[in-house]
């Protein structure tokens, strides 16, 4: 199917390492986060969430920090495999009371697993 | 259970041709949204309903495109008087209602809308 990634950032890894992939956020009153995963031909999948009280959460094999000084969210993942191979966005919404409802997502990065 | 639902998957239409693209949402999630992605980047606002009331709109790129909810849970995008830079992959989104704090948006697979 048509390439989700063409024109973005890549990032190479070897099966089995740790992938660090990178997001800069735009609005500092941004209060929730998420980052999902968007594989050729298919919508965004939701990995993981984090709220702005909040500086680090961990899933399963996913580690999302956010650092809210610099207006930098990432997410980590473990173990990298083969599966892991696709596009990664961030995304940031305002609170509810903040009249929070769309997402904004950021530019996407397209990580190559190597067998 | 069921994700979310978007048909058709492909909709090939002739510039001019309304459109119309339909999103069945996870079954008893309140809010649902829009979103349009071009080719290589992030999806895009373009919608937001609460139920059947539509409450924000300031997505939506002309007049050309309506959005309806009439009964809180199948929504229609409908796009008339098709342009080539309307071609794009059209994302539904639901979530649980985020009365106070925010709830993840899940995504259905997409309707990619070409124009010729």
């Known amino acids: 199917g048509e390439s989700v990634g063409l024109h973005l950032p890549t990032l190479s890894v070897q099966e089995g390492d740790n992938s660090i992939i990178n997001c800069a956020y735009s609005?500092?009153?941004?209060?929730?986060f998420i980052w999902y995963k968007q594989e050729s031909g298919k919508g965004p999948q939701f990995i993981i969430d984090?709220?702005?009280?909040?500086d680090k959460r961990q899933g399963q094999r996913v580690t999302v920090l956010l650092n809210k000084t610099v207006k930098h969210l990432s997410l980590q993942i473990a173990a990298t495999q083969p599966g892991d191979s696709a596009v990664y966005f961030c995304?940031?919404?305002?609170?509810?009371?903040?009249?929070?409802?769309?997402?904004?997502f950021g530019t996407g990065t397209q990580l190559k697993v190597e067998l | 259970g069921a994700g979310v639902s978007q048909s058709p998957r492909y909709k090939v239409a002739k510039r001019g041709q309304d459109v119309a693209l339909r999103c069945d949402p996870i079954?008893?999630?309140?809010?649902l949204f829009w979103y349009q992605q071009a080719l290589g980047q992030g999806p895009e606002f373009l919608t937001y309903?609460?139920?059947?009331?539509?409450?924000?709109k300031s997505g939506l790129p002309s007049d050309r495109f309506f959005a309806e909810r009439p009964e809180g849970s199948v929504s229609t995008l409908k796009i008339q008087r098709t342009q080539q830079e309307d071609s794009a992959v059209y994302l539904c989104?639901?979530?649980?209602?985020?009365?106070?704090?925010?709830?993840?948006?899940?995504f259905g697979d997409g309707t990619r809308l070409s124009i010729l």
């Open positions: 989104a639901s979530s649980q209602p985020g009365w106070d704090s925010n709830q993840p948006q899940h």
């Open positions: 995304a940031e919404n305002l609170s509810p009371a903040g009249g929070g409802n769309k997402l904004t």
């Open positions: 609005n500092s009153a941004s209060d929730y």
């Open positions: 079954s008893g999630h309140v809010s």
């Open positions: 309903f609460q139920n059947e009331a539509q409450l924000d």
């Open positions: 984090i709220r702005s009280n909040m």
